[in-house]
């Protein structure tokens, strides 16, 4: 394995010396308006032969609002979580649409605070919309809305508190049951790994299980997000280990992976290359024995790279539509890391690289999902093109 991760290493270096960073000017095509079709499509994307690696920008243009017509048909039949943002109104419109292709759907709306001995607060229940709700369970009776928390402004002395009382254990757990109950969600997405780094695990640990318990009891779902498993760049271990997993993979219904991001703006590249991807979910379980409950997570957001000063920022599909329209640049495709990226140049803001996901490099992610035997989840639903979804 290790082998392997230098190989990938010494590749991302060439690449970038030699791809991102080239002498090479993507010239600007002719100012012709392209088209785009707006009308759904009787055939899915892989009918319309869409699904290649040497993609043209005007195709994307011209095809990526025309998704399917049968929004209910399912072409991966594991499990699909979908985040979706307030931020990103789009995202709730998705959810509705193709809300068959999911089996979990957790909104970003809630945060838990501390205020106290036992006391224990939630914000974000004003974003909580119960019409959507309501439409999004219409679309499929089998979907489960788990919205997401953030253990939002915890000091460490607040989770000391926590860790050392069973009885504010017992009060978090609690609550949070009361919460769902009350707001009729099926349970919820937990994201706090990060937060603690590499500290206090066998503290955290043990306050997992006790909420997966009493959500259990009260027949509700507990899914975690945890950082990719192989550090992004290097051969070291990531914050979450197989030894973690294995603790808790028999009490947690799923964990979702954040297999993306990779790249940054000071070490420009992908945003999740395959080979690290299927290290990340075999380093976690390498005997395959709770592969279901890993959900592979793939990006519906991109990254703009500049040559100037390694600056980069995130790119979500209206504006990669934008970009590719007023630079038609030619998409390139990287065989080894498994995504298409472009290059074009700002008017005095010189030369950027642009990564984001396409059909192919989905396609290939969800097939190795299959291949894996692993979930997937998707940050986030408002960011992506339509016609990603005839995917699923």
């Not at 292709?101 to 957790?106: A, R």
């Amino acid at each position: 394995m290790r082998l392997f991760y230098t190989s990938l290493s010494l590749t991302m270096i060439c690449w970038l010396a030699e791809g991102t960073l080239s002498k090479t000017d993507v010239k600007k095509g002719a100012t012709k308006k392209l088209e785009e079709k707006t009308l759904h499509s009787d055939k899915s994307v892989q009918d319309r032969e869409l699904v290649v690696v040497d993609p043209k920008a005007k195709d994307i243009i011209l095809e990526h609002r025309s998704y399917c017509s049968k929004t209910k048909e399912r072409h991966f039949l594991g499990d699909v979580l979908g985040y979706i943002t307030p931020w990103n109104n789009h995202g709730y419109d998705i959810a509705k649409i193709f809300g068959n292709k999911f089996t979990l759907i957790s909104p970003v709306w809630l945060q838990v605070k501390r205020r106290g001995k036992e006391r224990f607060q939630f914000t974000g229940l004003h974003d909580a919309d119960k019409g959507w709700m309501k439409d999004v369970r219409k679309t499929s009776k089998n979907i489960k809305i788990v919205p997401r928390i953030l253990f939002d402004g915890w000091s460490s002395q607040d989770f000391e508190s926590v860790f050392g009382s069973e009885d504010e254990i017992e009060e978090l757990s609690k609550n949070m049951v009361l919460l769902a109950k009350n707001e009729n969600f099926d349970g919820f997405v937990i994201e706090v790994w990060s937060q603690l780094g590499n500290q206090k695990q066998k503290d955290l640990i043990h306050l997992l299980i006790h909420l997966s318990e009493a959500l259990h009891e009260a027949q509700l779902k507990l899914i975690l997000v945890i950082p990719p498993a192989v550090a992004a760049g290097t051969n070291q271990p990531g914050m979450f280990t197989k030894k973690e997993f294995d603790q808790l993979a028999s009490a947690i219904d799923s964990f979702s992976l954040m297999t993306y991001d990779y790249s940054t703006p000071q070490r420009p590249g992908p945003n999740s290359p395959l080979p690290w991807v299927r290290a990340c979910v075999q380093v976690l379980d390498p005997d395959s024995k709770w592969r279901n409950k890993i959900l592979l997570g793939l990006n519906f957001y991109g990254m703009d790279y500049s040559a100037l000063g390694a600056g980069g920022e995130p790119i979500l599909g209206s504006r990669y539509i934008k970009t590719l329209k007023e630079h038609k640049p030619k998409i390139v495709w990287d065989e080894q890391i498994a995504e298409h990226y472009f290059e074009y140049k700002k008017n005095k803001g010189g030369k950027h690289a642009v990564f984001y996901p396409t059909l192919k490099s989905i396609h290939l992610r969800l097939e190795l999902a299959k291949e894996l035997g692993t979930g997937i989840s998707i940050w986030e639903l408002g960011q992506g093109l339509d016609y990603f979804y005839d995917l699923l």
